[in-house]
């Protein structure tokens, strides 16, 4: 069973900076395609970032590119999302997802197998 736990979400005012980890259980970690997530009351869940678990490439949402950026450490276990240039429309709460082996349309939620719990991020003006 892979279990993903999120960390960090906390409130920061606009223009500051936020890291927040997510800490992956299971054997193959390198396996794992790898995204972060987002989502505000009353929105659909966003896709933000993906690392691909197949050479390591990733890729954003136009909404973040340039102010977020995801690092995965096989080492570790452990996939981030440094965000800067936090905006309040950024506030939300931010899930991390692993796809097994999975390099297709990673922007879509239903192909992520495995869900944190999530982690309540706040942006105020």
């Known amino acids: 069973q892979v279990r993903l736990v999120e960390s960090g979400g906390e409130l920061v005012q606009a223009g500051g900076s936020l890291k927040l980890s997510c800490a992956v259980s299971g054997r193959t970690f390198n396996h794992y395609t790898l995204g972060w997530f987002r989502q505000a009351p009353g929105k659909e869940r966003e896709f933000l970032a993906v690392?691909?678990?197949?050479?390591?490439?990733?890729y954003y949402a136009d909404s973040v590119k340039g102010r977020f950026t995801i690092s995965r450490d096989n080492a570790k276990n452990t996939v981030d999302l440094q965000m800067n240039s936090l905006k309040p429309e950024d506030t939300a709460v931010y899930y991390c997802?692993?796809?097994?082996?999975?390099?297709?349309?990673?922007?879509?939620?239903?192909?992520?197998?495995?869900w944190g719990q999530g982690t309540q991020v706040t942006v105020s003006s």
């Open positions: 997802a692993a796809a097994p082996l999975y390099s297709g349309s990673y922007y879509v939620p239903s192909v992520y197998d495995y």
């Open positions: 690392v691909l678990w197949s050479g390591g490439n990733t």
